[in-house]
């Protein structure tokens, strides 16, 4: 395994389409493995493979319980609505308020070609469409109604501290 450098905002290949994945090979298996890794080195919660310049629509995604590997993923069913913040890998240092669905399932191949379904709720679910966006060449950025400085979300933090 290998770490993979991350390509951040104003890199072309972020704003391309990905294509899907139709060999399930050892080269795939490898990838997915070098995204985990990276995945974890950047204490993220999920990663697209363009975001590590293969464009590819592979993500894995960490719920919590175990990092999912998600290959030609597709959202089945959304409900509910949830309003928070959101940041991204590929853009270091920013962080936007950002409306998404608060419950996800979709279903997904894994690196041998076999379908599986996944329901995710509340950042699990964030995290899903976030990344899937990834794979159509779109970014949080362009979704957020707000956009916070690091200095800002700080000064959130700190206030729900003493809140509670
Ligand atoms: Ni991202």
Known sequence: MALRRIITEGNPTLKKVSRPVTSF???LGVLIDDMKQTLLDANGVGLAAPQVGILRRVVVVDNGE???ELVNPE????SGQQDGMEGCLSVPGKYGMV????YVKLKAQ????????????????????HE????????YTERAYQMLTEEE????????????
């Open 25 to 27: 090979d050892e080269k």
């Open 66 to 68: 175990e990092l999912l």
């Open 75 to 78: 959202i089945l069913e959304q």
């Open 99 to 102: 409306k998404r669905p608060n």
């Open 110 to 129: 894994d690196r041998g070609g076999r379908w599986h379904e996944y329901e995710g709720e509340e950042l699990t679910a964030r995290c899903f469409c």
């Open 132 to 139: 899937l966006e990834h794979l159509d060449g779109h970014l």
């Open 153 to 164: 979300v700080e000064q959130m933090m700190q206030e729900d501290e003493e809140e509670a």
